[in-house]
């Protein structure tokens, strides 16, 4: 069921309405529709008198503007598909494969968005929204990654969210690259983040203390978002292999020494270092979202 942007609103994820200090992750779905936060800012606004003292707290980071407060949507033309190869592999269950699929079409001068976030077992929709600015695709797969986590330690995913905030705002490295989007070389940005390194509480979650996050964003590619990775190497340096589709090859690239994709994907473990305690391999898991098609539809 289509939502309409002030019906979503009040539906929108519990960790966006986090208090914490940085506004664009505290408000990730605002900053999807920029107008809308915006008046949800002015509403909310200190007074003048804490206005200077919180102006600081406020501060927008390089990597959420670039992540949140850019209009990924503003160089493409709706109607139009874009398809993203998702691909898992890990040592603790099976690896698979799947499509996201992110549906824009054009509603009287506004952008709405549809998400297809996996399929089947796997699926993880977001509602749609009417008037897109941001790349949806990220929501997703950020929500979708919380959500695993808990399955996985059983942790809280305010925890978790927190988390990836406090990284985004304060930890995050941003680094120039170039990537290869329809036979041609173009430039782009990785944001890569590791919200467990240095959290006080890793203890609780020791086998996921290294997890590590890279945004790759490119306004040269439609829909402003290349890559999506969350990989996780642990076993002695060995690490779980990442297949990486590079739009219009079948180029396959792995991480670590010694990985192998078809023995991760059926669930073999990737190195014999066991946690802990529980005689089990410590895990190693990959997962990769990247852009491998837009159409236009016809009449």
């Excluded at 680094?175 to 467990?196: C, N």
Aim: with cysteine; proline share 8%; glycine share 10%.
């Amino acid at each position: 069921m289509r939502s309409s942007t002030h019906l979503l609103m009040p539906a929108r994820p519990s960790w966006l309405m986090s208090h914490a200090p940085r506004r664009a992750c505290g408000m990730l779905l605002l900053a999807l529709l920029p107008n809308q936060a915006a008046s949800q800012a002015d509403a909310k606004a200190p007074s003048k008198v804490g206005r200077e003292t919180d102006a600081a707290a406020a501060a927008v980071s390089p990597a959420e503007t670039l992540l949140f407060e850019t209009d990924h949507l503003a160089r493409i033309k709706p109607p139009a598909v874009l398809v993203y190869d998702f691909r898992k592999v890990s040592n603790v269950e099976p690896g698979f494969s799947d499509k996201v699929r992110l549906d824009l079409a054009d509603g009287k001068g506004k952008t709405s968005a549809t998400l297809h976030f996996l399929s089947g077992a796997h699926k993880h929709d977001i509602p749609a929204l009417d008037n897109a600015h941001g790349n949806p695709v990220l929501l997703g797969f950020l929500e979708r990654d919380i959500a695993e986590m808990k399955r996985l330690t059983g942790g809280s995913v305010a925890y978790f969210r927190k988390r990836i905030r406090m990284a985004l705002a304060e930890g995050a490295q941003l680094s120039p690259q170039s990537i290869s989007f329809q036979g041609k070389t173009v430039p782009a940005q990785a944001v890569r983040i590791q919200p467990y390194l240095h959290d006080p509480m890793h203890a609780r979650f020791e086998p996921y203390v290294h997890k590590t996050y890279i945004f790759i964003v490119s306004e040269q590619v439609p829909g402003g978002l290349y890559q999506l990775r969350s990989s996780l190497e642990n076993g002695g340096g060995r690490a779980v292999a990442s297949r990486t589709a590079v739009i219009g090859t079948d180029a396959v690239g792995t991480t670590g020494a010694g990985a192998t994709a078809a023995a991760t994907a059926k669930g073999t473990p990737a190195g014999k270092q066991a946690a802990p305690g529980t005689g089990k391999p410590l895990p190693s898991i990959d997962e990769t979202l990247t852009l491998v098609g837009v159409a236009h539809p016809g009449p």
